[in-house]
């Protein structure tokens, strides 16, 4: 990458480096695994952005580099061209500072996490690019569906999750009353 | 309790502002020098890196040089270059697929690349088989002749060795679809994680058929049934 490039890139990561952190909150547990994902992502963008021409916005190509990432992790298979370094120590600072944000979640957030965990790779990126604000048609060119596809699975995720949250937050409520 | 999606929109709208004002504490994070740090460690850590690449190569010369000073002997030169013909095979298939994993854009959208991912991990098991399974004859007789004969010794000079080879050939031979039969019947034994019980899964297919399960899974979904 060329000083110029490097430069424009580290700037739109400044700018876009919260994706990381809310992929790895959608697809990692474990606190070694996300310090792990998050440098594999952060790895993975700046191979790949040589390859970035402008024709999707940053934003939506960093959510498709990270979620791939994160996707490929889970599945193990991607990890195979993946080089497993010890982690950067400017990375580990922020990794450090950001450690609590994914644990402060309110109730609500923490039993939809329970119920995300259990669903597959796929639908989790629908859900986590939902919650996160983005449009049917901008979650579909993330994931590569049609947004009429993306609108048909959206509405049997928020019926499944609906019965789902209903029956997982019983029990803490009753414990209250 | 009634809690709507949207609700729970709202309420990771403000977790994820939590996280924005966090990370704007760090503005001096993710410099160049940081990233030419990665830059380095990744070079480093390549699977079939200079040291790999080093040995591959030393192979093939100490083979060219072998099969150069024995053309005149067609048993040994044949051993030979069985050797070599499946080193350079395993090689090439090795920095290839490498090439081609290193070369993938994860900047497609996520089910293109997933599936270009599955079809990748289907033609690795396929070459890992293909390697695993031809090596059975190529990595005693020939191996052994040929290490011999570097050595001066023509082991088809021995009393009995020709004999003893074609056995070891025909049991190299036998030991294949032995091995894919032993693998599909008692791979389920062997613990999960043991490094045995990934070439059994394999040698019997289960990597490949659960890839292509997948496959069909990111069809489905490309399609909204």
């Known amino acids: ?177 | 309790m009634d809690v709507t999606l949207e609700q729970l929109r709202s309420e990771w709208t403000r977790h994820a502002d939590r996280l924005n004002g966090r990370l704007s504490e760090g503005l001096e994070l993710m410099r160049e020098d940081a990233l030419r740090g990665h830059r380095e460690r990744v070079k480093r850590g390549t699977t079939f890196g200079p040291f790999a690449m080093a040995v591959w190569i030393a192979t093939l010369a100490l083979l060219g040089h072998f099969l150069a000073t024995h053309w005149h002997q067609p048993l040994l030169f044949a051993h030979g270059l069985v050797l070599d013909a499946w080193v350079i095979a395993a090689g090439v298939g090795q920095l290839r697929r490498e090439q081609v994993l290193r070369g993938l854009d994860y900047g497609l959208p996520v089910v293109a690349l997933q599936a270009r991912v599955e079809e990748l991990r289907i033609a690795r098991v396929r070459a890992f088989n293909r390697e695993f399974l031809t090596g059975q004859i190529v990595w005693w007789i020939p191996l052994l002749v040929v290490a011999f004969a570097g050595f001066g010794v023509d082991l088809y000079a021995v009393p009995g060795f020709a004999a003893f080879a074609a056995w070891n050939v025909a049991a190299g031979l036998a030991a294949i679809p032995l091995a894919i039969w032993l693998s599909r019947r008692y791979a389920e034994r062997l613990t999960r994680h043991s490094w045995v019980r990934q070439i059994a899964d394999s040698i019997a297919g289960r990597d490949i058929a659960e890839a292509r399960e997948y496959l069909a899974r990111l069809r489905r979904f490309e399609s909204a049934d």
Request: charged letters at 30%.
């Open chain 1, 1 to 177: 990458m060329k000083p110029a490039e490097e430069a424009r890139f580290l700037g739109l990561m400044r700018q876009h480096r919260a994706i990381l952190y809310k992929v790895a909150y959608g697809y990692c547990r474990d606190r070694d695994e996300r310090q792990d994902l998050v440098q594999e992502m952060t790895i993975q963008l700046w191979r790949a952005f040589p390859r970035f021409d402008g024709r999707v916005a940053f934003s939506t190509w960093a959510f498709r580099v990270a979620m791939n990432t994160a996707i490929s992790h889970l599945r193990s298979e991607g990890r195979r061209g993946a080089v497993t370094v010890p982690l950067d120590e400017t990375l580990a600072a922020e990794l450090a500072r950001v450690e609590p944000w994914f644990e402060e979640e309110g109730d609500n957030l923490r039993v939809l996490r329970t119920l995300v965990d259990g669903m597959d790779e796929l639908n989790r990126a629908l859900l986590l690019l939902y919650l996160d604000g983005h449009s049917a048609a901008e979650i579909a060119e993330i994931v590569g569906i049609t947004a009429a596809n993306v609108t048909t699975r959206m509405n049997r995720i928020k019926n499944r999750l609906q019965g789902d949250f209903a029956r997982l937050a019983q029990p803490e409520e009753k414990e209250w009353t």
